[in-house]
């Protein structure tokens, strides 16, 4: 006979565990998600900005090749697996190589222009800490057929603008150019000269991308190589003219607009498909985890995907950060407490006060009503409408049953109870919550 299966503690078999570094978003919390949610999505749709959704699951292939097969990205943080079919599976760590295939195999990039936006869950086997998930979320804006840099200049002051409507000021914006693939590739000997030089001052992973990908090294989070990449040599130094009118025309455009910015030569971002403009926003009331929206110019990733040569730049909010961003800076979402909180007392009444709530929110748009469940004493029930925060408790008795009525009692300003016919209920609590 087969041995019996030994308990497994990676199911079920003892109390269910959370992923660890992925988070569930709890009540209380998810409104000011939504509210901030809903707030960045009126700005970009009053920008012309069209929403796309995608799938959270692409080819492995896809993101090798647009991302960088020597990106940290695709080295150690994908969540790879093998379908029922055989076929390598990805869930995807970033939005813009879906944006770019959606874009070709949908035929959205023929003699088109595309202002999009997405929203929605990464994934990348990360180290979790604060502000740095598994499972985390991102807001993306991406402009598909453009060259710039007046798209570039939108994309930013549109951001600009998510700060200010919103309170936040603890942040600023980087920018950098990253030139076009011939300049970058002057700058890569002058880094592997550079780095070259100091090999023995630097760590595993850097020695590895010297050869491989040395722009990469400019990126490295560790603290003790920071000294030597800010005495590498910088790009703007390597770059080509154009690029180099692109990046001032981009300037210029930002000061016209008022959006203060900083050039930092030492921006890369740690995905290969970028060229020209780079930039992110940073604070630092976050600790460590101070990128907030990173984004640039990828001229070149439509075309390596096999498709035809297509100027895009897009920018990715990470919404974890941006909640937490909002708060440090003092933001408190709008709180939406019930209207109305409706006591049903004994026989019968039950069932009219469903009717009546049904009635409520047909006639009163928006109404919040919150339903007494589970019985319990007058005095239960009124204690449950006060800490609903509801406006007013609505009270159904058998007698204001009988009599065709109901007892109408604001629960925040102190004011008597009335007792009112039930056929004017809808018009009188209109006017009281419309005046309140
Ligand atoms: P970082 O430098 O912090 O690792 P990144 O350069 O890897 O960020 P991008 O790939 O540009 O980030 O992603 C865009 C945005 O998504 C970042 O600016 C950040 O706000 C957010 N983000 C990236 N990785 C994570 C993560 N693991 N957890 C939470 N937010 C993240
Ligand atoms: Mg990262």
Not at 114 to 133: C, V
Not at 398 to 418: C, D, F, V
């Amino acid at each position: 006979y087969p041995a019996p299966e030994p308990p497994s503690n990676h199911g079920m078999t003892v109390k269910p565990r959370a992923i660890r570094g992925m988070n569930d978003i709890l009540p209380g919390v998810s409104s000011t998600w939504r509210y901030l949610e809903s707030e960045v999505q009126d700005i970009v749709r009053s920008y012309g900005y069209d929403e796309i959704r995608l799938p959270i699951l692409e080819y492995t292939e896809l993101f090798r090749r647009s991302i960088g097969e020597v990106t940290d990205i695709v080295e150690k943080e994908m969540y790879t697996f093998e379908d029922r079919n055989g076929e390598s599976l990805t869930l995807r760590p970033e939005a813009t190589a879906s944006v770019a295939r959606a874009g070709m195999t949908n035929g959205l990039l023929h003699n088109q222009k595309q202002k999009l936006w997405t929203s929605g869950p990464m994934f990348r086997y990360e180290k979790p800490q604060k502000g740095r998930y598994r499972q985390f979320h991102q807001f993306n804006v991406e402009a598909l057929g453009y060259d710039g840099p007046d798209i570039d200049a939108e994309l930013i002051i549109m951001s600009a603008r998510m700060w200010q409507r919103l309170g936040i000021d603890k942040i600023h914006l980087e920018i950098n150019s990253l030139g076009v693939p011939e300049s970058r590739a002057r700058y890569r000997e002058a880094l592997v000269e550079y780095f070259s030089g100091v090999k023995n001052r630097l760590d595993e992973d850097s020695i590895r991308r010297l050869e491989q990908n040395p722009l990469r090294i400019l990126d490295s989070k560790n603290p003790d190589m920071q000294d030597i990449i800010q005495a590498a040599p910088v790009m703007l130094d390597y770059l080509d003219a154009e690029s180099a009118e692109h990046f001032s025309g981009l300037k210029a455009l930002l000061d016209a607009a008022g959006v203060k910015f900083e050039v930092n030569p030492r921006l890369v971002r740690g995905l290969d498909y970028y060229s020209r403009t780079v930039f992110e926003w940073v604070t630092d009331a976050l600790g460590s985890q101070g990128a907030v929206c990173s984004g640039g110019r990828y001229d070149g990733l439509v075309e390596k995907l096999g498709g035809r040569s297509t100027p895009a730049v897009g920018w990715a909010m990470g919404i974890e950060r941006f909640v937490a961003l909002y708060e440090a800076c003092g933001g408190k979402a709008p709180f939406t407490q019930p209207d109305v909180y409706i006591a049903a007392l004994g026989e019968g009444t039950q069932a009219r006060a469903f009717a009546l709530a049904e009635e409520l929110r047909d006639r009163i748009a928006g109404i919040q009503i919150e339903m007494n469940l589970g019985g319990g004493s007058f005095k239960s029930q009124m204690k449950r409408a006060d800490t609903s925060f509801a406006a007013y408790a609505l009270i159904l008795g058998e007698q204001e049953l009988s009599e065709n009525r109901i007892g109408l009692k604001p629960l925040r300003t102190g004011g008597e109870q009335e007792n009112i016919a039930l056929d004017d209920l809808a018009a009188v609590l209109q006017e009281k919550l419309s005046g309140a």
